[in-house]
């Protein structure tokens, strides 16, 4: 949904929410992402990008990470405002982001499709995350996942974020180089502000 002018309150927000909660996926490739997270090529038409931000090592970093993630902290900064009617990582929960610039607001459904499995690469890596797609109704086209991962050779946890996308409508195409631009800073942003989150969530567990 895109809007001119004023934020939009957060019952047309809610309101937008349960709409989109009976909306089908706007992209074919749902779940796709899983077989992304370290080879592959996005589908046809799509961007494919992939980021990584070292957090720390060790087991007390990966549940604070873990735990991070599963609490949305990646969306704990100004430039994104994740609204939903429940938080909890739940196969089919919607949710939506809502951003504004200039007067103009977008407000971004999409719905999780996955959890991960507790570990990858015949268990050098254990991991937690989630993934979710968009919906009709978004401005962009595709699927991201959040995760972490801890490596049982050299001890390290990284937070990642795995996403193929492309523009959804006549703006975002309109806009597409500042919309990758913004892509990029979101991603920044939500991995400093999972790192904080580990961090307070690390002090917290060694301080007990």
């Not at 929410?17 to 799509?46: M, S, W």
């Not at 990008?49 to 720390?56: E, F, I, Y």
């Not at 994104?80 to 977008?106: H, K, Y």
């Not at 919309?179 to 991603?187: D, P, Y």
């Amino acid at each position: 949904m895109i809007r001119f002018g004023k934020k939009p309150n957060d019952k047309a927000i809610e309101d937008y929410i349960r709409h989109c909660q009976t909306l089908d996926f706007n992209y074919p490739y749902v779940g796709k992402t899983r077989d992304l997270i370290d080879t592959g090529e996005a589908p046809q038409g799509f961007r494919l990008d992939r980021s990584a931000h070292h957090l720390g090592q060790g087991r007390v970093t990966f549940e604070a990470a873990s735990a991070a993630v599963n609490g949305w902290e990646m969306f704990n900064h100004p430039m994104a405002d994740l609204r939903c009617l429940s938080p909890q990582i739940e196969n089919g929960n919607t949710v939506s982001v809502l951003f504004g610039t200039m007067g103009l607001w977008t407000i971004n459904p999409a719905r999780i499709i996955y959890s991960l499995d507790e570990c990858r690469q015949q268990g050098q890596y254990l991991q937690s995350g989630f993934a979710y797609g968009t919906t009709q109704g978004h401005v962009a086209v595709g699927e991201e996942l959040f995760m972490v991962d801890w490596n049982q050779a050299t001890d390290d946890v990284y937070f990642r974020i795995v996403v193929f996308a492309r523009p959804g409508s006549m703006l975002a195409w309109l806009g597409k180089p500042y919309m990758l631009l913004q892509q990029q800073k979101f991603r920044r942003l939500a991995g400093r502000a999972i790192k904080q989150a580990t961090e307070a969530r690390y002090a917290n567990c060694t301080n007990n």
